[in-house]
């Protein structure tokens, strides 16, 4: 099972990037994917979850309203399409599949991508 991230970079403030993850090895359409982010020297927190059917999402509170997760089953590819990004947005930032029910929390997820860095000035 490999998730590959893409689409990191350095971005002014107030300006939007898309991250991309393509899941291979691993039927993404039966099961839940999520978004964490982790800045220096602080944990891995949740950014944003989605269920299977893309029907139910959960996002960080301060990245509500700018953020959007969606999925692609057919073509086992997750998106987190970010707009009026913020310095505090500047991160690593991690896409991750999960088992069955939709979660906040990393023990959720059993497959992880290796991290986009996404770098937000001022």
């Known amino acids: 099972v490999q998730l590959q991230a893409s689409g990191g970079g350095l971005v002014q403030a107030g300006g939007s990037l898309r991250l991309s993850c393509a899941v291979s090895?691993?039927?993404?359409?039966?099961?839940?994917i999520g978004w964490f982010r982790q800045a220096p020297g602080k944990e891995r927190v949740f950014v944003a979850a989605?269920?299977?059917?893309?029907?139910?999402?959960y996002y960080l509170d301060s990245v509500e309203g700018r953020f959007t997760i969606s999925r692609d089953n057919a073509n086992n590819l997750m998106y987190l399409q970010m707009n009026s990004l913020k310095p505090e947005d500047t991160a690593v930032y991690y896409c991750?599949?999960?088992?069955?029910?939709?979660?906040?929390?990393?023990?959720?997820?059993?497959?992880w991508g290796q991290g986009t860095l996404v770098t937000v000035s001022s």
């Open positions: 991750a599949a999960g088992d069955v029910v939709i979660s906040k929390k990393t023990s959720g997820y059993r497959y």
């Open positions: 989605i269920n299977y059917s893309g029907g139910s999402t």
């Open positions: 090895g691993f039927t993404l359409d039966e099961h839940p």
